[in-house]
């Protein structure tokens, strides 16, 4: 299949979903190198925008992705990827999900989840780029 990536200036949106809670871990970009090296590698790779270049997810902090399975969406421009998460959370600061906070009614964000690892322990004195 061929992924329409023009969309978005050579990317498509990924989005990131436990294959056995269907909760909702991560949302990042792929470019076609990515996509391709997910596919054959069969871990979750995204394309870094602040970095430039291919993020294999979980290589610092050992936190993969086994991707499960790989849907479409009905204008090719976006991916569902339904993963096994590999460690202690997906998220860089320390949560299971990316998707940790929601607004109350006044739009104001509460955490809603614990936090499941210590990003310092993981990552050290690394900058956020490099997580």
């Not at 989005?15 to 949302?27: A, E, F, S």
């Not at 394309?47 to 430039?52: A, C, E």
Request: charged share 30%.
């Amino acid at each position: 299949m061929k992924l329409d990536y023009d969309k978005l200036g050579g990317l498509v949106p990924a989005i990131v979903q436990d294959q056995g809670t269907g909760q909702v871990l991560m949302m990042a970009f792929m470019n076609p190198e990515a996509f391709q090296e997910t596919l054959g590698s069969g871990l979750a790779v995204f394309y870094s925008r602040s970095r430039k270049r291919l993020w294999r997810k979980g290589e610092q902090s050992g936190h993969r992705l086994l991707v499960r399975e790989i849907k479409v969406d009905c204008d090719a421009d976006a991916v569902l990827l339904r993963v096994e998460a590999q460690g202690g959370g997906t998220c860089h600061e320390g949560y299971r999900s990316c998707f940790f906070r929601r607004l109350d009614p006044d739009g104001r964000p509460e955490v809603v989840e614990p936090p499941t690892f210590d990003p310092a322990a993981v990552y050290g004195a690394a900058e956020e780029e490099d997580r």
